[in-house]
């Protein structure tokens, strides 16, 4: 039998919200990082004094504006549409409230920094554009699949 529902109400404080806001931004794809608007905010962040990109006004119209940085080489106005969508989807599910006002600002542009996983092949270096893995070797590649395929055995060479 299902528990009977109780009357109240629930509370989320500022910073509640703000990490459900920039956990769903980080989720998006193009959004390499959350920063602030000013240099002040990441030293704030680093004390865990203030969260770096956020800001949450939880007034009766629940405002939230989001200052990212975007990966080059992707359409900034598709990353903050899905940022969007994935912001207002969380804190909806979150919260069971709606956002009123949404600002997402594109702080700055960003390369991806990309790892290389231990046993990686060290002839293979990253690209700028999102991690793509380029070939630091190529004219030697070239050369040997010249060459395999001059030694391929047929049935016509045999």
């Given amino acids: 039998m299902a528990d009977a529902s109780v009357p109240g109400r629930g509370l989320a404080t ?15 794809y193009g959004v390499v990082g959350v920063s602030g608007p000013r240099p002040w905010h990441t030293v704030l962040a680093w004390l865990g004094r203030a969260a770096p990109g956020v800001r949450v006004h939880l007034g009766p119209p629940l405002t939230v504006d989001l200052y990212l940085a975007v990966a080059r080489g992707v359409p900034v106005a598709e990353v ?24 997402i600002h594109v702080d700055r542009l960003r390369t991806p920094v990309t790892r290389r996983s231990e046993g990686a092949d060290p002839t293979l270096v990253p690209t700028p554009e999102l991690g793509q893995v380029a070939d ?23």
């Fill in 14 to 28: 500022r910073r509640a919200v703000g990490d459900v806001v920039r956990r769903a931004a980080l989720a998006s």
């Fill in 80 to 103: 903050a549409h899905n940022v969007e969508s994935a912001v207002r989807y969380g804190v909806r599910r979150a919260l069971d409230r709606e956002i009123d006002a949404l600002a």
């Fill in 136 to 158: 630091a070797a190529e004219p030697e590649n070239v050369e040997q699949v010249g060459e395999a395929s001059d030694r391929e055995v047929g049935p016509a060479s045999a």
